[in-house]
């Protein structure tokens, strides 16, 4: 079964994932991965860090001549701004020029410090750090890529930013991730591009942040993919938790989600019909998943971003050495993430489904892998 490690923090070396459980045969180039690490820093709000980033990357392992062997897939996305942190962030024993003791709210701080016993909030922000998602972008790059070999397909657009919202309409399709990228927000739906521009702007004007909400829509998912028979096997659950596990993130949803809620039954639910190709659903209320398992229909999900913690006018705290008021550290952030959080919901998606359909299908090889995909297709169709 596929499954991942990360490990680094934000201003250490560099930023490592490992991911276990691909077959052998899967392309994977370093061009590729770049690629993805810069889908992950684009969108308007964006800080100046995304500027300073380049994420030189090196495939360490599990990788020749651009093909994967089957073992751990180890990749390192270096720092470039390590000369300038290594001494506050070595490695070898010693101590910091300076603690951080003011911690911030909204953010891991104080919780992790009291968790850790430490006096230092950098030894819990650094890995508490979004950055952390540039190693999620490598795992979700190569599960993506495993998923269109059996022709899935994970993309993500931007619903809401702020009070500026688009109207309810049918998602996009993967002929659209071009047109997406393209916005400078993201959203699939222009009419409410210019909206969002001017409500980030103008946070940015009032030294504030904005969240956001974003969907994320995979194509070509087959029937069966998750399980009802245990609560951790439920393909909802397993969708839900990876998006609740991306920082910032508040909220998740599949289908309909809240607004379903609010509807009676009768409006609520995907009635079945049977066409010349099979069974048909003339509603996706549910997301293309019900009881855990998806449904064959598109899966659709919704996570919803709180504005960011990091304010450029410091919020009120206190010191933790002293127990004095204080106002927090201000590290360079963002004024709105919420486009990248389509990116980084793409990456663990893919995860989940790639896990998923391993679970599911099996195989050493990318060869075995799709022969069975291909051949549980067939058994749908003949159902």
Same mark, same amino acid.
């Given at each position: 079964?596929?499954?991942?490690?990360?490990?680094?923090?934000?201003?250490?070396?560099?930023?490592?994932?490992?991911?276990?459980?691909?077959?052998?045969?899967?392309?994977?180039?370093?061009?590729?991965?770049?690629?993805?690490?810069?889908?992950?820093?684009? &969108?308007? $709000?964006?800080?100046?860090?995304?500027?300073?980033?380049?994420?030189?990357?090196e495939?360490? @392992?599990?990788?020749?001549?651009?093909?994967?062997?089957?073992?751990?897939?180890?990749?390192?996305?270096r +720092?470039?701004? %390590?000369?300038? %942190?290594?001494?506050?962030?070595?490695?070898?024993? @010693?101590?910091?020029?300076?603690?951080?003791?003011?911690?911030?709210?909204g953010?891991?701080?104080l919780?992790?410090?009291?968790?850790? $016993?430490?006096?230092?909030?950098r030894?819990?922000?650094?890995?508490?750090?979004?950055?952390?998602?540039?190693?999620?972008?490598?795992?979700?790059h190569?599960?993506?890529?495993?998923?269109?070999?059996?022709?899935?397909?994970?993309?993500?657009?931007?619903?809401?930013?702020?009070?500026v919202?688009?109207?309810?309409g049918?998602?996009?399709?993967?002929?659209?991730?071009?047109?997406?990228?393209?916005?400078?927000?993201?959203?699939?739906?222009?009419?409410?591009?210019?909206?969002?521009?001017?409500?980030?702007?103008?946070?940015?004007?009032?030294?504030?942040?904005?969240?956001?909400?974003?969907?994320v829509?995979?194509?070509?998912?087959? *029937?069966?993919?998750?399980s009802?028979?245990h %609560?951790?096997?439920?393909?909802?659950?397993?969708?839900?938790?990876?998006?609740?596990?991306?920082?910032a993130?508040k909220?998740?949803?599949?289908g309909?989600?809240?607004a379903?809620?609010?509807?009676?039954?009768?409006?609520?639910?995907?009635?079945?019909?049977?066409?010349?190709?099979?069974?048909?659903?003339?509603? +996706?209320?549910?997301?293309?998943?019900?009881?855990?398992?998806?449904? &064959?229909?598109?899966?659709?999900?919704?996570?919803?971003?709180?504005?960011?913690?990091?304010?450029?006018?410091?919020?009120?705290?206190?010191?933790v050495?002293?127990?004095?008021?204080?106002?927090?550290?201000?590290?360079?952030?963002?004024?709105?993430?919420?486009?990248?959080? @389509?990116?980084?919901?793409?990456?663990?998606?893919?995860?989940?489904?790639?896990r998923?359909?391993g679970?599911?299908?099996?195989?050493?090889?990318? &060869?075995?892998?799709?022969?069975?995909?291909? *051949?549980?297709?067939?058994?749908?169709?003949?159902?």
């Amino acid at each position: 079964m596929i499954r991942f490690l990360t490990a680094g923090e934000s201003h250490g070396p560099g930023l490592v994932a490992v991911v276990e459980g691909l077959p052998a045969g899967l392309p994977v180039t370093a061009d590729g991965i770049a690629a993805e690490l810069a889908r992950r820093r684009m &969108g308007h $709000g964006r800080g100046k860090r995304m500027a300073i980033e380049r994420d030189e990357l090196e495939i360490l @392992g599990g990788v020749r001549f651009g093909a994967t062997l089957g073992g751990p897939v180890a990749v390192v996305i270096r +720092n470039t701004e %390590w000369p300038r %942190w290594q001494e506050d962030m070595s490695p070898e024993p @010693g101590s910091p020029r300076r603690r951080l003791t003011a911690p911030r709210p909204g953010h891991a701080d104080l919780a992790g410090m009291m968790k850790y $016993g430490t006096h230092d909030a950098r030894d819990v922000l650094e890995r508490a750090s979004a950055r952390e998602t540039a190693a999620r972008a490598v795992v979700g790059h190569l599960c993506a890529a495993l998923l269109r070999e059996i022709g899935v397909d994970v993309l993500s657009h931007v619903v809401a930013i702020g009070g500026v919202a688009v109207p309810d309409g049918a998602p996009p399709s993967p002929a659209d991730r071009a047109a997406i990228d393209a916005s400078p927000v993201r959203v699939f739906d222009r009419s409410a591009e210019a909206g969002m521009v001017a409500a980030i702007d103008a946070a940015r004007a009032a030294r504030d942040t904005l969240g956001g909400t974003v969907e994320v829509v995979a194509h070509g998912v087959p *029937a069966g993919l998750g399980s009802h028979v245990h %609560w951790d096997r439920r393909l909802d659950g397993l969708l839900g938790g990876a998006l609740m596990s991306i920082p910032a993130i508040k909220a998740a949803e599949v289908g309909d989600g809240v607004a379903g809620a609010a509807r009676p039954g009768s409006a609520a639910h995907d009635e079945i019909g049977y066409g010349g190709d099979g069974f048909v659903r003339a509603t +996706n209320r549910s997301g293309g998943i019900e009881g855990g398992i998806s449904t &064959g229909e598109p899966i659709r999900a919704r996570a919803h971003m709180k504005p960011l913690s990091t304010l450029m006018r410091a919020l009120d705290t206190v010191d933790v050495d002293q127990k004095t008021p204080e106002k927090a550290i201000r590290e360079r952030s963002d004024v709105c993430a919420v486009p990248a959080a @389509g990116i980084v919901a793409e990456h663990v998606t893919a995860y989940v489904l790639a896990r998923e359909a391993g679970r599911m299908f099996g195989g050493d090889t990318v &060869g075995d892998f799709t022969a069975a995909a291909a *051949a549980y297709r067939r058994r749908l169709e003949e159902f």
